[in-house]
């Protein structure tokens, strides 16, 4: 961890208990009792709805035997659960929604571990989703490497009080290939490659199926064309971010894993049946599942 790029001047306070923290968009704070529960978190697990936190969450316990779920009282933001040393919690869309949770969810596993870096250095965190593939096609996952904006430069805040603030998009690269070696052999279709995360999913993706259409055929085809001379693999709208903040902690260890909907080469809208989206979704669940699995599970209770 980098102990400089946490906020300590708040956070320590948190713990001296010279004042609480109040995690307001996931509807608790650091005296909640609730949270005690929760100590042994190892692993983070972010994704975009709260549906998929719960059926996450379920699939985990199950695979504890039973363990019980903790389930976060306040849902009208993000869903959150707790079993077996996992957190589960849903961030909604674009950044600015998940930059909320993740920013909280650091707060709470700081407290959790009491400000102990070794500990927090143990902690995975990961966002599993959807995306649009740049020359993949539907069906395909991609564990991103780098997360970019769409100029392909890093994630960075405009105008803050001195000035932009530039952060790392990196994924760690020993996860990814601890995450690609658990799926050997699962049969899935999984390619590593950079994304990018935009803050607008018809404008900034080069649509022009949007209410609003600023680019021509022309125009949308030499973007994507870019994107993918430059190992461009897969649109979203989160990962930028999130490889940022998490980054600026010095956590070892994070990944993103999303499913490809279609292939932007091929067109802008969405037209995969209900059943070809219900499987995208569990292989790209299947491939975190398999890592997690190798991650906390014992050899003998896979
Ligand atoms: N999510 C996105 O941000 N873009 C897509 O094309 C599909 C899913």
């Not at 699939?59 to 039973?66: E, I, K, Q």
């Not at 022009?208 to 055929?217: N, V």
């Amino acid at each position: 961890m980098k102990s400089e790029g946490i906020n300590r001047e708040f956070l320590d306070g948190v713990l001296t208990g010279a004042h609480p923290d109040v995690y307001y968009h996931f509807g608790v704070s650091s005296e909640d009792p609730l949270l005690e529960g929760l100590r042994d978190v190892r692993a983070v697990i972010m994704a975009g709805s709260g549906g998929r936190i719960k059926e996450f969450a379920d699939r985990w316990s199950r695979l504890n035997g039973g363990s019980e779920v903790i389930a976060f009282p306040k849902e009208d933001r993000f869903v959150t659960r707790y079993t077996a040393g996992v957190l589960f919690a849903s961030h909604g869309m674009g950044m600015p929604s998940a930059s909320i949770a993740v920013q909280e969810l650091m707060r709470m596993v700081y407290l959790l571990k009491r400000g102990d870096l070794d500990a927090l250095d143990q902690v995975f965190w990961a966002r599993v989703g959807t995306s649009g593939g740049v020359g993949l096609p539907g069906g395909t996952i991609v564990v991103s490497s780098e997360g970019l904006m769409p100029d392909l430069k890093p994630y960075r805040l405009i105008q803050g009080g001195r000035g932009s603030y530039w952060f790392d998009g990196t994924f760690p690269e020993p996860t990814r290939e601890a995450i690609l070696r658990a799926n050997d052999g699962s049969g899935l279709s999984i390619v590593s490659g950079k994304t990018v995360a935009t803050n607008e999913f018809f404008l900034e993706q080069f649509r022009l199926d949007g209410a609003i259409r600023m680019e021509t055929e022309e125009t949308k085809g030499e973007f994507l064309a870019w994107l993918h001379e430059n190992g461009v693999r897969n649109i979203e709208m989160e990962g930028a971010m999130l490889a940022a903040y998490l980054n600026s902690w010095g956590f070892p260890s994070f990944a993103m894993i999303c499913a490809v909907l279609l292939n932007r080469l091929e067109g802008d809208q969405v037209t995969s049946t209900p059943e070809q989206l219900h499987t995208f979704s569990e292989d790209s669940g299947d491939v975190l599942f398999n890592y997690l699995q190798s991650l906390l599970l014992p050899a003998g209770e896979q």
